[in-house]
C-alpha cells in the first residue's frame, strides 16, 4: 500500500456548520494533524466562545432576579416571609421538570442546541417580564416555575454548545468560561437592585439581557464541529449511562454532592449575612456582600478552567469539592469572626463553591458517548438540582443562621468520596477490577 493511500486511512470525517443553515456539512480532516488544538482554534471563529459566554451570562440572569426583588414583592403584595424558599424552590423545580423532559426526549441531540438555547431564552425573557402583572403568590411561583423550565434549555444546553465547539483537551477551560458567566449572571440582580430604580425595571432588565442572550445564540452561532447528532430517539439511554458507564456515575455522584451545597449557599447566603451584619451592628449591605461572594465565583470557574488543562478537571474539581466542604464545617467559627475575616473567607468560599462545576461537567461530557452529550449533560444537571430543593428546604429549619451551613457539609463529604476512583490511582484500578468482573 502507498504512502499516500495510507495518509488517506488516517482521515476521519468529521463536520463542520454552514453559518448560513445551520446544516452540518462534510469534512475531511487529517486525524494526525488537523485535530490538534491549534488547528481546531484556527477553524473554529473567534467569537464563538464570548458569544456563548456572553450569551449564558444574559440567560441565567433570570436565576435569582425573583429573589433580588423578593423584599419589594413581600412588602407590596403582603406576602408571607416563607416566600424566599417557595420561590427558589418553585424555580429549582421547574428546571428539574424541564431537565427530564429534555434528557427522555434527547432534546439536544435530536434538535439543533443553539436553535433550542434561543426559544428557551426568549421564553424565559417573556416569562420574568409577566411577573408584575401578576400579583400573587400562586402566579409568582407559576411563572418562577416557568422561568425555571426555560432555564433548563439554557444551562445544559448552553454546555453542549460549547461541546460541540472544543476538544476534549480544552473543554475543561470552555466550561470554566461557561459556567463563570453563570455565576456571575446569577448574581446580577443583586448588583442591579442597588440601582435606584422600581424592581418592575430590575425585572424587565433581566428580561431583556435573557432575550438578547437567546437571539445571538439561536441566529448567529452556528451548531459545532464536534456535534454528532443522535440517529435515534432512546429514552432509556439515560438508564444504561448509569447502570453501565463506572467513570460517568463516579462524575455524576461528585457533581451531586457539589449541589447540595451550592445553590442552598446562594440562597441562603443573604439572609446569613443580615443576621450577622445586624448581630454587629455593621452598615454594610447583605445584598452587596451577596452579590460579591457569588459573582466572584465566575473567577474561581475561571481559574480552574485553566488550572485543568494541567492538573486535569478530576483534580481541580476535588480540590475545590475539599475547601468548600471544609468551609462548611467552619462556619460557625466564621459567624463569630470579624467581618473583615468572615469577608474575605466567604470570598474564598465563593470562589471554591462553583469552581468544581464547570469540571465536573467536563468529566460528565468525556465519559459519555458523544452521540448523548446533551442528554448526558441534562440528566445530570437535572438530578443535581433535585437535590438542591431539598438542601434549600433543609436550611429553612428554625436554628441559628451560625450553625445553619454545617447542614450542607454531607454534601461535599459524599462527593469527595464519589470521586475517589477518578483521583486516587489505587482505588480507579479497583474499580476498573470489578467493571471487568
Known sequence: MSEAQTEHQHEVETTCVDADDQVAQPLRVSKETDTSPATITKERPFYILPAIVGSQFAGTALWFAGNAVLPELVEQWDLPESSLSFMTSSVQFGFIVGTLVFALF????????????GICALFGAFVNAMI????????????RFCTGAALAGIY????????????????????????????????????????????QSLLWETSALAATGGIVVGCFVPNGPYRKASSKLDPYVV???????????????????????????WTWCPIVWKAYLEDRDVGWDASVVTFCVVA???????????????????????????????????????????????????????????????????????????EY?????????????????????????????????????????????????????????????????
Not at 434527547?106 to 438555547?117: I, K, L, S
Not at 456515575?249 to 445553590?263: I, K
Request: some cysteine.
Open 373 to 437: 452529550r446533551g442528554t448526558a449533560l441534562t440528566i445530570v444537571n437535572c438530578i443535581g438540582f433535585a437535590v438542591t430543593i431539598g438542601s434549600i428546604q433543609l436550611l429553612g429549619a428554625p436554628i441559628s443562621e451560625q450553625y445553619l451551613f454545617l447542614l450542607l457539609a454531607p454534601g461535599p463529604g459524599f462527593g469527595l468520596w464519589s470521586m475517589r476512583s477518578h483521583v486516587f490511582p489505587l482505588d480507579r484500578l479497583k474499580d476498573a477490577g470489578n467493571v471487568s468482573n
Open 106 to 117: 434527547n432534546v439536544a441531540d435530536w434538535f439543533p442546541p443553539t436553535r433550542v438555547f
Open 132 to 143: 408584575p402583572f401578576w400579583e400573587s403568590l400562586a402566579g409568582l411561583i407559576v411563572l
Open 296 to 370: 466572584i465565583g465566575g473567577v474561581g470557574c475561571v481559574i480552574g478552567g485553566y488550572m485543568s488543562e494541567r492538573q486535569g478537571s478530576a483534580r481541580v474539581a476535588f480540590m475545590s469539592l475539599a475547601m468548600s466542604g471544609a468551609l462548611c464545617l467552619l462556619s460557625p467559627l466564621l459567624y463569630i469572626s470579624p467581618p473583615v475575616v468572615n469577608l474575605i473567607s466567604y470570598l474564598i468560599w465563593g470562589l471554591v463553591v462553583v469552581a468544581d462545576s464547570p469540571q465536573f461537567s467536563s468529566l460528565v461530557a468525556q465519559t459519555c458517548p458523544p
Open 239 to 265: 438508564w444504561s449511562l448509569f447502570r453501565t458507564n463506572q467513570p460517568f456515575r463516579s462524575a455524576a455522584f461528585g457533581y451531586f454532592g457539589h449541589m447540595w451545597e451550592l445553590y442552598a449557599f
Open 156 to 199: 445544559p444546553v448552553g454546555m453542549k454548545v460549547a461541546a460541540d465547539w472544543f476538544p476534549q483537551g480544552a473543554l475543561g477551560l470552555a466550561l470554566g468560561w461557561l459556567v463563570g458567566a453563570l455565576a456571575v449572571g446569577s448574581a446580577v440582580p443583586f448588583l442591579l437592585s442597588q440601582i435606584p430604580q422600581s424592581w
